[in-house]
């Protein structure tokens, strides 16, 4: 699917993902600095993943793991520095909370810093749990 809003471009088209954008994207973020360029293109193929566009420029990225019935986990949500503070985000988050395959599941995510920007959205922090990796299981 393909969204457009203004002049930017929302699309679940994997086909259209830039890996080396999403990996130096990701590359200096606290959850996905140590992740090669293989794990990511792993991820992206797993995952409804999202791009975002601006003049065929990729400038933005979002995934979601998800059964598409009960449950939807976001992850990776990344927008280009430069773009950052125009509501490229909030453009983002809104089409992925309402593409079709998703809409109706109960969404979360986790965030150490962006707890008033999911807010807007209607997240609340609530405890879970979360399983380490083993260094022998990785």
């Keep these: 699917m393909e969204w457009h809003h203004n002049n930017y471009v929302i699309s679940d ?10 990996y130096n994207l990701l590359k200096p973020t606290y959850w996905a600095n ?23 420029k990729q400038i933005g990225f979002a995934r979601v793991v998800s059964d598409q019935a009960v449950f939807s986990w976001i992850l990776d949500v990344v927008i280009d520095p430069e773009y950052q503070g125009r509501g490229v985000g909030s453009i983002l988050m809104q089409y992925i909370l309402e593409h079709p395959s998703l809409k109706k599941t109960k969404f979360a995510l986790a965030t150490k810093d962006a707890q008033p920007f999911y807010e807007t959205f209607n997240f609340i922090e609530r405890p879970c749990m979360v399983r380490r990796i ?3 299981e990785q």
């Design 13 to 22: 088209d994997k086909y259209l993902l830039n890996l080396d954008i999403i």
């Design 34 to 56: 140590d992740r090669s360029k293989e794990t990511i293109k792993h991820s992206i193929n797993n995952s409804f993943s999202f791009g975002v566009y601006l003049e065929n």
């Design 134 to 136: 083993a260094k022998d």
